[in-house]
């Protein structure tokens, strides 16, 4: 998967990128009410893009189990780094389930500020 989303890192990095503008944007030169509804999605929009790049970047190229007519010592190197990246791997699932929590959130919160929808009235 991370070998996949790294061929879609510049456009990742874009929207990420494009995403921190629009929040910037919504922040300082709207007034509340009209850069919230700019401001949430956009730090949806980054969060996920950002996490996405993270992704694709830390895990594209992962080593692979050592191979037993190596050397101790290479062999200890390289369960050393698999296990750091199993630390990683880890500590992404619970990136990932915070950004899925705040993500739940926010989006919450945006619809509730949302105006009402004039679909009832004639």
């Known amino acids: 998967m991370a070998v ?23 922040l300082f030169l709207l007034d509340s009410a009209q850069g919230d509804r700019l401001l949430f999605p956009a730090l949806v929009l980054f969060t996920w893009s950002f996490l996405f790049v993270v992704f694709a970047d830390a895990f594209a190229r992962v080593p692979g189990p050592p191979d037993p007519s190596w050397g101790r010592w290479r062999r200890w190197r390289r369960k050393s780094v698999r296990g750091l990246y199993w630390l990683l791997a880890v500590g992404t699932i619970v990136m990932v389930l915070v950004a899925v929590h705040a993500s739940q959130y926010i989006v919450r919160e945006w619809l509730d500020d949302a105006p009402p929808s004039h679909q009832g009235h004639r």
């Open 4 to 26: 996949w989303l790294a061929r879609f890192r510049i456009a990742l990095v874009t929207v990420a990128v494009s995403a921190a503008l629009v929040g910037v944007f919504a």
